[in-house]
């Protein structure tokens, strides 16, 4: 089953002669249980692609289906109603609430979509013990290093059981490290959890994890490889020397 399609995915900024195409035509298709990674040069489009399957931006040509669904056709109610239930968001930069503990932060999207607290505080404890924060439940952001932030930003994504999880440079914050321990988390979200993921990373040791990779040049899908997804850094040096053909 195709839990993402893009149909002639097309994103204009401005417009007349200084009008900027982030995104040009692009046709992809993920399916459920995969892991898929986009890579490419900085000001390629990555992150356009990701908002506009996340429906945090609309196209200005053609569409995006999630599990069939057409985010076109939504207004923006039905849209945030999708993306709370639908899909987890993971960021570079966790996007936690400062004054929020872990516990209060994952439990948050349960509680704005009006599921009892005390089922909220329970959901949002287990997603947690399952990140390995099981003993920094009542610490705030301010008190965790910045791998366990990006481990409550995962469990937070979580908790609502959305069928696609979209990750935006989630390793871009953290050292060697810590980086590889939320790769770890994201392709054991796949394999363990049953979930779909679309990640966009700079980082080919990172994406190595992934099953599949996608390249972005210009707006533009220029190619795909297939990968291992057990982070291989024989795949990652390869993706590397690809990379280097691109920029």
């Given at each position: 089953m195709k839990i993402?399609?893009?149909?002639?995915?097309?994103?204009?900024y401005g417009s007349g002669e200084t009008a900027i195409t982030a995104l040009d035509h692009v046709n992809l298709?993920?399916?459920?249980?995969?892991?898929?990674?986009?890579?490419?040069?900085?000001?390629?489009?990555?992150?356009?692609?990701?908002?506009?399957?996340?429906?945090?931006?609309?196209p200005t040509e053609g569409r995006v289906l999630l599990a069939g669904q057409d985010l076109t056709q939504l207004d923006d109610d039905a849209l945030t109603l999708l993306r709370r239930r639908k899909i987890g968001f993971v960021f570079q930069f966790f996007n936690l609430i400062p004054v929020l503990t872990a516990l209060e932060n994952v439990a948050l999207p349960l509680l704005l979509d009006g599921v009892p607290a005390k089922e909220a505080r329970q959901r949002a404890v287990e997603w947690l013990e399952r990140m390995g924060l099981g003993e920094r439940l009542h610490h705030r952001p301010d008190q965790l290093s910045a791998g366990q932030q990006q481990r409550v930003a995962i469990a937070r994504a979580m908790v609502t059981e959305p069928a696609l999880i979209l990750a935006d440079e989630p390793t871009g914050n953290l050292d060697t490290r810590a980086g590889d321990d939320i790769a770890n988390l994201l392709r054991q979200t796949v394999n363990q959890w049953g979930r779909?993921?679309?990640?966009?990373?700079?980082?080919?040791?990172?994406?190595?994890?992934?099953?599949?990779i996608v390249f972005l040049k210009d707006g533009r899908i220029v190619d795909e490889t297939l990968l291992t997804g057990n982070g291989d850094q024989q795949e990652a040096q390869a993706l590397h020397e690809r990379m280097e053909t691109l920029r």
């Open positions: 993402v399609q893009t149909e002639n995915l097309t994103r204009v298709s993920v399916s459920e249980g995969e892991f898929v990674a986009v890579m490419g040069p900085s000001g390629c489009g990555k992150s356009t692609l990701l908002h506009l399957i996340g429906g945090l931006d609309r779909t993921v679309l990640m966009v990373t700079h980082d080919p040791r990172i994406a190595a994890y992934a099953d599949r």
